[in-house]
């Protein structure tokens, strides 16, 4: 497995990965107009994160398996598309990092593809100075973030050409222990 910054040449693939995962890996959690919906207007590429260097692919077996990164950025989610982002960075002394829209391709998934993205993510913004992180999670990410020490804060509902969308507000501080071992 290796992991590295993503290059914006890859842009095209990694939306193409994107609205895959999206598509297969939250059957059960949203219905087909709901993911089409995200998919159109919130899911994707932040090009900002690619041009910081803070957007990662993890390669596996010669192919990119997963997407997903960290931002010292104020937008707390969404891609090149989404209408309500914000500019501007945070001060790690008084803002949490964003972890932001992590993907696995569906045939790569429950692999420890996302654990590792996450381990290396949170390593970064911890490198960067920053005590806490914090993340808009899909619904289908809920469980996998609570595994790594993430709380709920509620939940956010969008609205897209008509459909609602439910998303959860995590945080986490980045010095709790926890370990890809752990769970």
Known sequence: MIIRPARSEEIPALERLIA?????????FYSPQE????????????????????????????RIAGCGGWSRRATLFGSDRFADRQMGFVDPAKAPAKIRAF???????????????????????????????????TLPGVPFYAAFGYRAEGEVV??????????????KSLFEVTSVNEV
Not at 20 to 28: E, N
Not at 35 to 62: C, N, P, Q, R, W
Not at 112 to 133: M, S, V
């Open 158 to 171: 969008q609205h897209y050409d008509g459909i609602a969308l439910r998303f959860v507000p995590m945080r």
């Open 20 to 28: 895959a995962s999206a598509r297969q890996l939250s059957i059960g």
């Open 35 to 62: 993911t089409e919906a995200a998919i159109k207007h919130v899911f994707g590429v932040d090009s900002e994160l690619v041009g910081d260097g803070t957007y990662l692919v993890v390669e596996l077996d010669g």
């Open 103 to 137: 993907f696995i391709a569906p045939e790569f998934a429950r692999r420890g593809i996302g654990a590792a993205l996450l381990d290396a993510c949170e390593a970064a913004a911890r490198a960067a100075g920053f005590t806490q992180a914090e993340l808009m999670a």
